[in-house]
């Protein structure tokens, strides 16, 4: 008897199929048949599903060889249909496409698969709909960006420490994905060294700002004899110095360790200088039984500086019938370079761990007490009692082996930095068989790790403490305040960055002999035109239709004559127009033409894929094997156009299905060449910039392309609310979300597609609030959420 999820069981209750466990359709049928009745007007399985899988699926997938391994003979019943979602997801998706049955074989009628992939979507949707489960995201450490960015705002050091982790892989189309963001043994010790470092740097230790060199470290002019016994002795007006590497421009003491012998009328002069500073001069009185220092204060600048102790009044009188009171000499046993001083002593990382010094005597239990503090902090929780005690004990410990508050306290923090508790969010299940909402606590992790991709503000954490966070209209205005917060700009560098696919315009190699103008400057202008264009969005709180249609841009320079846009000087990017109707939204800059082409020239199936999949969210199927790429033999593409050669690759049928939904919208951006220019003609001949869709519809060039997708709007509006989504949840979208997918896009769509719509939408989502029960039985793999445009393009 097959055991059946809990899962399963409530999807089947809540859409009113549980009648149908255990049983089969074919009786009911039966009776149907028995007694004839209208077609109905809503899709069934019993008659647009089942007869339709049976006749022109089943030839194929079935039995012990089914094609793909999948076995669609087996699903007799709604129940079953419900049971497997991932599965059936997949089925109406292809179905939709147009990819199966494949070209060539025996197929339904548009009107019979419309109905079949109705009545899947609606099924599967309704089911997770009246289901209402919320999903839960896997224990998520943090990847290198959110790394950098907590250590950031931790303790206010920017620091790149990630540089030297591996790299994180992506899981969904974005790298805080947490099924995929493992820990190898490597990252660990990584994570160690980081973390003791950064502790290094964060905290000063005052001893270890301090440098003292004896006399066999110090370098001799004018008559200086040879160190003895640790003592320069200076028999001669003369130096000893050193050249000293000042770390830091700020104020500093040279504290140099002498004494004398007295002769004449005076004590011996001591001066002493950095660099071509004025000398600073003592009258040493100190003698051999008592040396002294003798100290002054300096300001310096950053970088080598030498520091000199001189001797500048000798005196020698033989005749003196006191054979002690004869020579004066001057005897040096050390400098000294305390510093810097002041403030720059205490950098913003020192004063966030130590905001202030312990009262003497006092220093372990002030230890526990500031440890505490910033374990809260780095936490972003409140610290257990026994977390608080076990850095109690090391901070007791290091500060009895080391004596130095600052140096115990770097060893706190470097045990902070390597917590599992720092490198993880995670989320707690007190009653795993259960759903709940999310603590205020883990609520504003998760709205700062999406907005910010970094930790809580202490604006977030005091509504966290006194749980104002979980009202709704607390949640909107934290959206909005923090939207307008500089570090918003991690949306634009993190999410739109992977959404948009910009890391793989930095793999891409254009050919120099090709396009001379392309450089690295040009390159990098290109990524920031992107980024920017976003960050406007977001800032500005436009719609997000602009991606497709704003009619301006941000260029510098380089970029604007890459363009041909006059009246742009300078490395710095200014807004522009763009009124000549050539280019609009991100789908025509720079970036998104290069990262979609071909080294030596431009790739309409690149494009084409790229606008199905991160614009439409519909995208195709891996090609088959065996399928060869575009020929590009000389001989054989000799006076032959780009659309030639691809018409020619559409006659295999294994390719046509796809092809045909890829290519016109390729085309439709031919007048850009591979690195985004324009251009009107290629090779003498002009651009054929025509794309003639599935549909039998047509349009010319990037502007009839625009309206193309912008009459797919709420496919576009509807995919950017689940991208949106996966990166906010750091978690595949499961056909249950696709409910609360819809419910986001339809908020969305009522304020006019504004950016914070979406951000307010989601924040408020039960996926977002609420953490969902432990699944008890087997486990069921995301999907990518469905595309609900029923439309035939692409």
């Not at 634009?492 to 690295?520: I, K, M, N």
């Not at 007048?671 to 985004?676: I, L, M, Q, S, T």
């Not at 689940?722 to 419910?743: F, I, M, N, Q, S």
Request: include cysteine; glycine fraction near 8%.
């Amino acid at each position: 008897m097959r055991v059946r999820s809990n899962l399963s069981r409530r999807l089947l209750a809540a859409t009113g199929l549980a009648v149908l466990v255990g049983a089969s359709t074919i009786p009911l049928l039966g009776r149907a048949t028995a007694q004839p009745a209208a077609k109905p007007a809503v899709p069934t399985f019993a008659a647009d599903v089942l007869p339709i899988a049976t006749r022109f699926c089943a030839p194929c997938h079935s039995g012990k060889n089914a094609a793909a391994g999948l076995d669609l003979a087996r699903f007799r019943t709604s129940q079953a249909v419900l049971e497997n979602p991932v599965v059936w997801a997949k089925v109406a998706a292809n179905v939709k496409a147009g990819h199966m049955p494949p070209k060539g074989a025996p197929g339904p009628t548009k009107a019979q698969a419309s109905r079949f992939v109705a009545w899947i979507e609606a099924t599967l949707t309704q089911a997770g709909c009246d289901l209402r489960e919320p999903g839960r995201v896997t224990i998520r450490r943090l990847n290198r960006t959110e790394y950098d960015h907590t250590v950031r705002d931790l303790l206010g050091l920017e620091v790149q420490a990630s540089k030297d982790f591996p790299s994180d892989d992506i899981g969904y189309g974005f790298d805080n994905n947490g099924d995929v963001l493992s820990l190898s043994p490597l990252l660990m010790e990584k994570y160690l060294d980081a973390a003791e470092a950064i502790a290094a740097r964060a905290i000063v230790v005052p001893e270890a700002r301090n440098r003292r060199y004896g006399a066999d470290d110090l370098r001799a002019t004018g008559g200086v004899a040879e160190a003895s016994d640790g003592v320069r002795t200076l028999a001669t007006n003369g130096a000893v110095y050193v050249d000293h590497a000042f770390r830091e421009a700020g104020d500093y003491r040279i504290r140099v360790r002498a004494y004398a012998s007295r002769a004449g009328d005076e004590p011996a002069r001591l001066a002493v200088s950095v660099g071509q500073s004025s000398p600073a001069s003592f009258q040493v009185t100190a003698d051999q039984r008592q040396p002294a220092w003798y100290e002054t204060p300096v300001r310096v600048e950053a970088g080598t500086g030498r520091v000199a102790a001189a001797f500048t009044n000798d005196f020698y009188d033989p005749t003196n019938p006191d054979p002690a009171r004869r020579d004066r000499n001057l005897f040096i046993e050390a400098i000294e370079v305390v510093g810097p001083l002041g403030d720059a002593t205490r950098p913003a990382s020192h004063r966030r761990v130590i905001p202030e010094d312990p009262p003497k005597g006092q220093e372990a239990a002030f230890g526990k007490r500031q440890l505490a503090r910033l374990g809260e902090r780095a936490y972003r929780r409140p610290l257990r009692p026994a977390e608080a005690e076990r850095l109690g004990r090391l901070f007791e410990r290091a500060w009895a082996d080391s004596r130095s508050y600052e140096a115990a306290m770097r060893v706190g923090l470097t045990a902070v930095l390597a917590s599992p508790s720092f490198l993880f969010r995670v989320e707690t299940d007190p009653d795993p068989a259960r759903g709940r909402e999310l603590g205020a606590w883990e609520l504003a992790s998760r709205l700062s790790y999406f907005l910010w991709a970094s930790m809580p503000d202490e604006g977030l954490f005091e509504l966290a403490r006194s749980g104002e966070l979980l009202k709704p209209t607390v949640l909107r205005q934290e959206v909005h305040r923090m939207l307008k917060d500089p570090k918003a700009w991690s949306l634009s560098e993190d999410f739109a960055g992977q959404w948009l696919q910009l890391p793989r315009l930095g793999e891409v190699s254009p050919d120099p002999s090709l396009f001379r103008t392309f450089d690295e400057t040009l390159r990098s202008s290109m990524r920031q035109e992107t980024l920017r264009f976003f960050a406007a969005v977001v800032g500005e709180d436009r719609s997000v239709t602009d991606f497709l249609q704003g009619p301006y841009t941000f260029v510098n320079e380089a970029l604007a004559k890459h363009y041909g846009i006059e009246g742009v000087r300078g490395p710095e990017f200014a807004k522009v127009a763009l009124k000549d109707g050539r280019r609009a939204g991100v789908l025509t800059q720079g970036s998104i033409l290069t990262l979609t082409s071909n080294p030596n020239r431009t790739s309409p199936v690149k494009r084409g894929k790229w606008v199905l999949e991160q614009i439409l969210g519909t995208p195709p199927p891996p090609p088959p094997p065996g399928v060869g790429d575009l020929a590009n033999d000389p001989k054989k593409v000799a006076g032959r156009t780009l659309r030639e050669r691809l018409e020619e690759h559409r006659k295999n049928p294994a390719c046509a299905s796809c092809h045909a939904r890829m290519d016109p919208i390729g085309f439709g951006l031919e007048n850009f060449d591979a690195v985004g220019r324009w251009r009107d003609d290629e090779a003498g001949r002009p651009i054929d910039a025509r794309g003639d869709l599935p549909d039998g519809s047509s349009f010319t060039g990037p502007a009839g392309l625009r309206g193309v997708l912008l009459a797919k709007k709420a496919q576009f509006v509807r995919n950017f609310g689940a991208k949106l989504l996966t990166y906010a949840l750091g978690r595949g979208l499961r056909p249950e979300d696709d409910c609360y997918v819809d419910e986001i896009a339809k908020a969305a769509t009522k304020s006019g597609n504004r950016f914070s719509a979406f951000i307010e939408a989601i924040v408020l989502s039960e996926p977002f609030r609420m953490r969902g029960p432990l699944p008890t039985a087997t486990a069921r793999e995301p999907v990518p959420s469905k595309g609900k445009d029923p439309g035939q393009l692409p």
